[in-house]
């Protein structure tokens, strides 16, 4: 019979083995980790869309044999008619599933909302795309829509035209509100690594009943009013609203709603608050929120509040469900809780570990658009 300390040794080399595949050198929160360390990334683009967490799932409607790749050439935008080769072609106009790249670096001025059509996926890694100066990005009854990977800034209110729909059919649009992202009764929505900033009204809108959301990696930055989950007070379909809001990165120069919450439920994790001039969290109409493993740094002596409900002393608010699990406040930060424990209630595909918000700072350090090189890791 071997000596024991021989017959220990295979034991051990499994552990250390085992040990090495769970590691986690670059400190990547659980999304990047599942892709950006993989040199062949470019070669296995859909591979993404199994990578999200939260409330929006796992995105696999979005990849496999049925699914038409194509790429944007040209940094042009009809929105009536709307030429091959256009980021409006792919994401409206191209019937079917489709998963949209970029040739190229390129700056697009969209003349009037872009209407994403449901199971599209826009895939701006690899190069560096703007989509800034105009209209926005419109989810409109939609589902199964990926966005990944774009600078959205400086949107502006567009005069009432006419713009071509998802199915073909052209429509007079009003005046928009000059949101960058907008999503309306739309479902299973993933908005990941996009960096958003100085728009004329919202960074994100999630309205009129859309749920299913998971807002993941971003960063939120030189902005009054962020990120609106919830259309109105007396808008009650978005009682069914769930949104994860995880490992996004809010400043510097931000002012409110990172998010603003009416009557849904909110799993916010993860997310580095770098100041806020405001409130970071605030909400009406009895929203639920579990706030964990976040970072919340108050940016002034002021304004060191996390939370605000709204209107103050609302009497609705003995409904309220707010709790702060495993936070980090500095710089006289504070989370006023109210109410019971609200659990997300993930399915399998779905749930996901809250990492500690000791190490919030380095899973957020990438949060944005990133600059990949398709033949290394991202």
């Known amino acids: 019979m071997a000596p024991k300390g021989l017959r220990l040794l295979p034991l051990t080399l499994m552990f250390l083995l085992l040990q090495a595949a769970t590691a986690n050198p670059r400190h990547e929160n659980v999304i990047d980790r599942c892709w950006r360390g993989r040199g062949n990334w470019a070669a296995n683009r859909q591979r993404l869309a199994v990578c999200s967490v939260g409330f929006a799932g796992k995105m696999r409607q979005n990849r496999g044999a049925g699914v038409t790749p194509y790429t944007v050439t040209d940094p042009s935008d009809d929105p009536v008619s709307p030429r091959p080769g256009t980021l409006r072609y792919g994401a409206t106009v191209l019937p079917g599933k489709v998963w949209i790249t970029f040739q190229r670096d390129m700056h697009i001025r969209l003349a009037q909302p872009l209407f994403v059509k449901s199971f599209t996926a826009i895939d701006g890694r690899g190069a560096d795309v703007h989509i800034a100066g105009g209209a926005g990005i419109v989810l409109y009854e939609v589902n199964n829509v990926i966005i990944h990977g774009l600078q959205v800034h400086?949107?502006?209110?567009?005069?009432?035209?006419?713009?071509?729909?998802?199915?073909?059919?052209?429509?007079?649009?009003?005046?928009?509100?000059?949101?960058?992202?907008?999503?309306?009764?739309?479902?299973?929505?993933?908005?990941?690594?996009?960096?958003?900033?100085?728009?004329?009204?919202?960074?994100?809108?999630?309205?009129?009943?859309?749920?299913?959301?998971?807002?993941?990696?971003?960063?939120?930055?030189?902005?009054?009013?962020?990120?609106?989950?919830?259309?109105?007070?007396?808008?009650?379909?978005?009682?069914?609203?769930?949104?994860?809001?995880?490992?996004?990165?809010?400043?510097?120069?931000?002012?409110?709603?990172?998010?603003?919450?009416?009557?849904?439920?909110?799993?916010?994790?993860?997310?580095?608050?770098?100041?806020?001039?405001?409130?970071?969290?605030?909400?009406?109409?009895?929203?639920?929120?579990?706030?964990?493993?976040?970072?919340?740094?108050?940016?002034?002596?002021?304004?060191?509040?996390?939370?605000?409900?709204?209107?103050?002393?609302?009497?609705?608010?003995?409904k309220w469900h707010w709790h702060s699990v495993g936070d980090s406040f500095e710089n006289g930060a504070f989370f006023q809780q109210m109410g019971s424990r609200v659990r997300p209630n993930y399915s399998r595909h779905q749930a996901f570990p809250a990492a500690s918000s000791s190490v919030v700072r380095s899973l957020t350090k990438d949060a944005g658009a990133l600059r990949c090189s398709a033949t290394s890791a991202c």
């Open 154 to 318: 400086d949107v502006r209110a567009q005069p009432a035209g006419r713009v071509v729909r998802p199915g073909g059919a052209v429509q007079t649009v009003d005046v928009g509100d000059g949101d960058a992202i907008r999503l309306v009764t739309s479902s299973k929505v993933w908005i990941d690594h996009n960096t958003l900033s100085r728009c004329e009204d919202g960074l994100l809108d999630v309205t009129l009943g859309s749920t299913d959301v998971t807002v993941s990696n971003n960063w939120f930055h030189d902005h009054d009013k962020v990120m609106l989950l919830g259309h109105d007070d007396g808008q009650i379909t978005d009682r069914r609203m769930r949104v994860t809001v995880a490992f996004n990165r809010f400043g510097p120069n931000v002012n409110q709603r990172m998010p603003r919450i009416r009557h849904g439920y909110a799993h916010i994790v993860n997310n580095f608050y770098d100041g806020w001039r405001d409130y970071a969290i605030g909400g009406s109409m009895g929203p639920s929120v579990k706030s964990q493993g976040n970072l919340f740094i108050a940016s002034k002596p002021d304004s060191t509040n996390v939370t605000r409900r709204m209107p103050a002393g609302d009497v609705a608010g003995k």
